[in-house]
C-alpha cells in the first residue's frame, strides 16, 4: 500500500483553504509557497529573509503577496 503525502495549508486572503507546494523566488532564491490547485495564488516571506537570500529589496520582499494571486 502506498503512502498518501499530506500537504500543508493557507488560508486565502478571500478566506478559502489551500493545499500548498513550496518553490523558490527566481530573482533573490528565497523560498515561498503557492496553491496546490491555482499556481498564481501565492504567498511569498515579505520581510522573512532566507539565509540564501541574495537580493532584500527584491519585490518578494518589499512588496510581497499574501495569500492573493500575482498580478
Do not use: N
Request: glycine share 8%; hydrophobic share 25%.
Amino acid at each position: 500500500m502506498g503512502k498518501t503525502a499530506t500537504l500543508q495549508e493557507r488560508q486565502d486572503a478571500e478566506g478559502s483553504w489551500h493545499q500548498v507546494l513550496r518553490d523558490v523566488c527566481y530573482w533573490c532564491g528565497c523560498a515561498y509557497v503557492f496553491a496546490e490547485d491555482d499556481h498564481d495564488l501565492v504567498w511569498e516571506p515579505g520581510k522573512h529573509h532566507d539565509a540564501r537570500c541574495s537580493d532584500e529589496v527584491c519585490e518578494c520582499h518589499t512588496r510581497p503577496v499574501t495569500g492573493r494571486h500575482r498580478d
